[in-house]
Nanobody
Framework: VQLQASEGGMVQAGGSLLLSCTVS????????LGWFRRAPGKERIFVAA????????IYGDSVRGRFTISRDDAKNTVYLQMGNLGPEDTAVYYC?????????????????WGQGTLVTVSS
């Protein structure tokens, strides 16, 4: 299974940005797809996750209410719509997948990882 994230970019504070992650490579898709991020000098943290079973997505505390995760089944793609961005959102964002159907906030529970994409928010 390969996960390919879209290019990140630079955005001004208060702006928005859409990331996507496309799954390919095998006949099955991970049951859960999620996003994590690593800010400069900090540990990787959970951002959001959703299951293909259409259960309610889960979000990290720092992004809840500002970010929205969604998916397009036909395109095997998951999206992360980021809004009201601030400099604290500057990070390398990673999409990740796990085969089990239970969503998780732990990066250790995810087997498949995309290459990471840099998002920079200027003040």
């Amino acid at each position: 299974v390969q996960l390919q994230a879209s290019e990140g970019g630079m955005v001004q504070a208060g702006g928005s940005l859409l990331l996507s992650c496309t799954v390919s490579g095998r006949t099955f898709s991970p049951s859960v797809l999620g996003w994590f991020r690593r800010a400069p000098g900090k540990e990787r943290i959970f951002v959001a996750a959703m299951s293909w079973s259409r259960s309610t997505p889960i979000y990290g505390d720092s992004v809840r209410g500002r970010f929205t995760i969604s998916r397009d089944d036909a395109k095997n793609t998951v999206y992360l719509q980021m809004g009201n961005l601030g400099p604290e959102d500057t990070a390398v964002y990673y999409c990740a997948g796990r085969r089990a159907s239970v969503m998780s906030r732990s990066s250790a529970q995810y087997t498949y990882w995309g290459q990471g994409t840099l998002v920079t928010v200027s003040s």
